[in-house]
């Protein structure tokens, strides 16, 4: 594989890694659906201390699917771009397959 392909998986695998966490994905989640939050709001969703949220917004940022402004104090987040609603539905798409799968290898087994 040449360079230029193999940096260009490396760099979808760190895009992905950064989503790897439910924390990054509720935070992804909820940017989606609602539009910008500020720091305090995506603590209280995620159910821990702000610097926890903190360092989970920085790992998106520098994996470039959020971007911050800060206003006064506080520091609001959004999306950079719209596609990872896109992204979502295919992951639950696989989940409902493998979930199908996993109900017909069950209905095989017992018969």
Do not use: W
């Not at 990054?24 to 910008?36: H, M, N, S």
């Amino acid at each position: 594989m040449d360079k230029k392909r193999l940096a260009k998986f490396e760099a979808r695998a760190r895009v992905i890694k950064a989503m790897a966490h439910p924390a990054r994905l509720i935070i992804l989640e909820e940017l989606a659906e609602r539009g910008e939050r500020c720091v305090c709001e995506l603590t209280e969703l995620v159910g821990t201390d702000m610097s926890t949220v903190s360092r989970h917004l920085s790992q998106l940022r520098n994996a470039g699917l959020v971007t911050d402004e800060k206003r006064g104090t506080m520091v609001y987040y959004r999306l950079r771009v719209k596609c990872l609603t896109s992204f979502f539905s295919c992951v639950e798409a696989v989940l409902q397959q493998n979930a199908s799968d996993h109900r017909e290898l069950v209905t095989l087994e017992t018969s």
